[in-house]
Every structure is written in C-alpha cells, then in structure tokens.
C-alpha cells in the first residue's frame, strides 16, 4: 500500500488529529490522555505503538524489571494481541500492534485504530505499575496489583461488549 492510499484512509478518522504519513512512511498524534499515537507503514504490515517509559540505567540497575513484564499473562488476547517492544539504544518501552496489509481497509484501518487507542493505556499503566513496583522492590505485590487490575479489566470488557 503506498502513503497516498494511506492518507486517504486517515481522513476517515475524525476523532483523531493524525498528520499525514510522511514520505518515511510515519504520521503521530498526542492522544487526550496524554500518549502518543505513533503509526509506522513497515513492509509487511502498518504497526501501531505507544510509548511505556524510558527506563534509562534502570533497566540495567533492576533487570527484574523485564521479569516482572514478561511474567504476565494479560497480553494473550485480553489487550487485542498487544506486545511489549524494548529497545536497547533508546531504552524506551513501548505497546505495539501490527495490522498486516492483506487485512487493512478503510474500516478495518479504522476499527483497528479504535481498539488500539481504547486497549493500549490500559496496558500502559499496568506496565507502568510493574515498573514502579519494581523500583520500589515491591514485586511480591505486583501479582495481587495484577489481579484487582485485571478484574477491573474484565468488568471494562464486559462493559464494552454490551454496547
């Protein structure tokens, strides 16, 4: 798909105030809440990501800090297929979610878009729980964090499919 096709289809989001693709193939928006809406055109797919945190000498100081992102089970599904990236250069932390080319069209780009902003900060701060209970050296507590969040997940999930 080329960026022009890509652009034309970014007219159709009116709830969000996304530059046109650049000719790298990037366009972003800083979302209501605060984050960062960052979607890039790859060559198999158009991946979509926010930004966690940048964890700086951290993630060398308390490598338990990747442990504790990994141990968890609330990615499968529950976040519409979520993955959590680490870059080493920048440090940085982020959410991802790819939506392969065969699959996109002006809807889809839309639906798919929608969910990733609804289901991504959500994901977001649990992470960022992980990682403050990490530096604190609260660990053992971030299982029980984990479930009260996630039952109160659940009952935002079933709130949503009634709608």
């Known amino acids: 798909m080329n960026i022009s096709d890509l652009n034309k289809f970014l007219q159709r ?9 650049d ?23 158009l991946m979509l990501f926010m930004q966690v945190d ?27 297929n979520l993955r959590i990236v680490y870059d080493n250069e920048s440090t940085a ?16 780009f839309v639906f798919e878009i929608d969910m990733f902003v609804k289901n991504a900060p959500l994901l977001i701060k649990l992470l960022r ?5 990490t530096y604190l050296g609260e660990s053992g507590s971030v299982e029980e964090n984990r479930n009260n969040t996630e039952k109160l997940i659940d009952i935002y999930i079933a709130n949503l499919l009634r709608v």
């Open 93 to 108: 932390i982020w959410i991802c979610h790819d939506i392969l080319w065969e699959t996109i069209n002006a809807d889809s």
């Open 23 to 45: 000719q790298d193939g990037l366009t972003y928006t800083r979302l209501k809440d605060g984050n960062m809406l960052n979607i890039y055109a790859t060559d198999l797919s």
């Open 54 to 80: 940048v964890l700086g000498n951290a993630g060398d100081e308390h490598p338990e800090i990747f442990r504790e992102l990994l141990h968890s089970n609330i990615i499968g599904g529950k976040f519409g």
């Open 129 to 133: 729980e992980d990682i403050i209970a």
């Open 13 to 21: 989001l009116t709830s969000y105030d996304l530059t046109p693709f």
